[in-house]
């Protein structure tokens, strides 16, 4: 399966994106799917999770009523709604899908697990 995000882009403090994560060879039917960020010169951290084998979602505490994820299955694309935005958001974010059960921030820390796409730049101003 390949994931392309798109959507990204500059924005001031408080404004919104919504970025999309479009999977291609594949539906997400079949996978848990998450939203992750990696800020420079930090860890890469999972924002949004979800769980197919029991519909269980993550959400990082600090993007609690501010970020929301829907998908349309027409497109086979998963959105991240991100609102009141700040520049601690500022983060290259990415979509993955993986098989198996495990917690969203054990997916962000480890490397060559599961499909990832390219990133998209979100930069937020202050």
């Known amino acids: 399966v390949k994931l392309v995000e798109s959507g990204g882009g500059l924005v001031q403090t408080g404004g919104s994106l919504r970025l999309s994560c479009t999977a291609s060879?594949?539906?997400?039917?079949?996978?848990?799917i998450g939203w992750f960020r990696q800020a420079p010169g930090k860890e890469r951290e999972g924002v949004w999770c979800?769980?197919?084998?029991?519909?269980?979602?993550y959400l990082a505490d600090s993007v609690k009523g501010r970020f929301t994820v829907s998908s349309d299955d027409n497109k086979n694309t998963v959105y991240l709604q991100m609102d009141k935005l700040k520049p601690e958001d500022t983060s290259v974010y990415y979509c993955?899908?993986?098989?198996?059960?495990?917690?969203?921030?054990?997916?962000?820390?480890?490397?060559?697990?599961?499909?990832w796409g390219q990133g998209t730049q979100v930069t937020v101003s202050s």
């Open positions: 993955a899908v993986w098989i198996g059960q495990l917690a969203c921030p054990v997916v962000a820390g480890t490397r060559g697990f599961g499909y």
């Open positions: 979800l769980d197919k084998s029991d519909d269980k979602t």
């Open positions: 060879g594949d539906t997400f039917d079949d996978y848990n």
